[in-house]
């Protein structure tokens, strides 16, 4: 919603430069302006069409990996149907042991799929929060699932071992999802004075009108090696030493709370969930 907000701004301010000025009565620095405009409505558009289609690859990854799931819980009911027969004959051990076959190459694909999940949300700065509530869902199904192979592994342990060593694969794939788990509650923060923050390509001051006015804003491609990393799920403290502190990344101001003492100052996450929906770089300036 912002971008939408930005880009009308910014097109409404195209035609007030346009309709507001006579004919051949605009100067050089209003043309500059107007260039300025024009060029940051481009990259917004840029933008907005890069993120619809990450969104896009990540619904049909999601859609393919429910699939997946789906069809594994229809196998792993079929072979616990199965495997209740004392006598079970010799084809239908036979069955049993293609069917795990075919449940591993569907859980391999569903890693695969997963960790191509992870690395899109890892390379896209501009964090989707829904897309990492459905990562999150959907990883708990596959930890669930994963308890549920483990108990048909138990219940089939005593009719041939060959049926254990397949499905000991699977430990691999719970490996994964926590893995990737991990991954999803990494957050990063940096502080500093405006010109450390400047200097090590952290932030930029931009916009403004002939150097007036301008406003300090996270760079684009700012510097992820100056970052301190912590985990979102456990570290609730942050610690912050100057006279005076403020923001520049976006957090809800009541999912924290700051607790001051002198020149030290303590950023106390309330609510993670919240406080690093918008972003998971946090960066703090301080006087």
């Given at each position: ?85 004392v ?62 192979i ?29 893995e ?37 804003a ?55 969930k ?14």
């Open positions: 919603m912002k971008y939408f907000s930005l880009l009308s701004f910014v097109l409404i301010l195209l035609t007030a430069c346009n309709t507001g000025s006579p004919e051949g009565t605009e100067n050089s620095v209003d043309s500059e302006e107007i260039a300025r405009l024009r060029s940051e409505n481009r990259d917004l558009q840029g933008q907005l069409e890069e993120k619809d289609s990450v969104l896009n690859d990540a619904i049909m990854l999601f859609n393919e990996i429910e699939e997946n799931l789906a069809m594994i819980n229809l196998k792993d009911d079929e072979i616990r149907l199965r495997s209740t027969n006598e079970l004959p010799e084809d239908g051990k036979q069955w049993i042991i293609q069917e795990i076959q075919n449940i591993n190459y569907l859980r391999e694909e569903n890693g695969k799929k997963v960790d191509e999940l992870n690395k899109m949300l890892k390379s896209d700065k501009l964090q989707i929060a829904e897309l990492q509530t459905m990562v999150n869902n959907l990883l708990h199904q596959i930890q669930v699932q994963e308890e549920e483990e108990m048909l592994r138990l219940e089939l342990s005593d009719l041939d071992r060959e049926y254990v060593e397949l499905l000991e694969a699977y430990e691999e794939q719970t490996e994964i999802a926590f990737t788990l991990k991954e999803l509650n990494k957050a990063f923060y940096a502080y500093g004075t405006e010109d450390e923050l400047v200097q090590n390509g952290v932030i930029v001051k931009e916009g403004g009108f002939i150097g007036i006015n301008k406003k300090i996270l760079k684009s491609d700012f510097n992820d090696d100056y970052f301190t990393q912590i985990d979102m799920s456990k570290d609730k403290t942050i610690e912050v030493v100057g006279k005076k502190i403020r923001f520049i990344t976006d957090h809800p101001s009541g999912a924290y709370e700051i607790v001051s003492l002198g020149q030290s100052h303590k950023v106390v996450i309330q609510d993670p919240s406080f690093w929906k918008v972003s998971k770089y946090l960066v703090v300036v301080v006087e």
